[in-house]
């Protein structure tokens, strides 16, 4: 699985759910995403883009050089800031500015 969920950041709003391309992200009795099927997971990041709450983050495998990193994205005005963070406790953070992104 590449997406996890983490029910107490988790806002409810639903924003996941509804952009989720395969409509794997289901609802508990609270209104929190959870994912139903995690093995039919395609990993397109998809939520956790959309996630403006951090409740979404992405496994980083050792297939993919993470090597067990998790990654979170925050927004904040036109920045998008993917935040990874290693096993070991280091942090990462990426600023892209979404305005300029697809610039050049």
Request: charged residues 25%.
């Amino acid at each position: 699985m590449s997406i996890r969920i983490d029910r107490e950041q988790c806002v409810a709003c639903g924003h996941c759910r509804e952009i989720c391309p395969g409509n794997l992200i289901q609802r508990d009795e609270n209104g929190k995403a959870f994912l139903k099927y995690p093995e039919e997971c395609w990993g397109c990041a998809s939520c956790l883009k959309e996630c403006a709450h951090g409740a979404i983050a992405y496994f980083l495998g050792a297939d993919i050089g993470g090597l067990g990193s998790l990654m979170r994205t925050k927004r904040d005005g036109d920045f998008t800031h993917w935040i990874i963070t290693h096993p070991a406790g280091e942090t990462v953070t990426i600023t892209v500015n979404r305005r300029n992104a697809n610039k050049y």
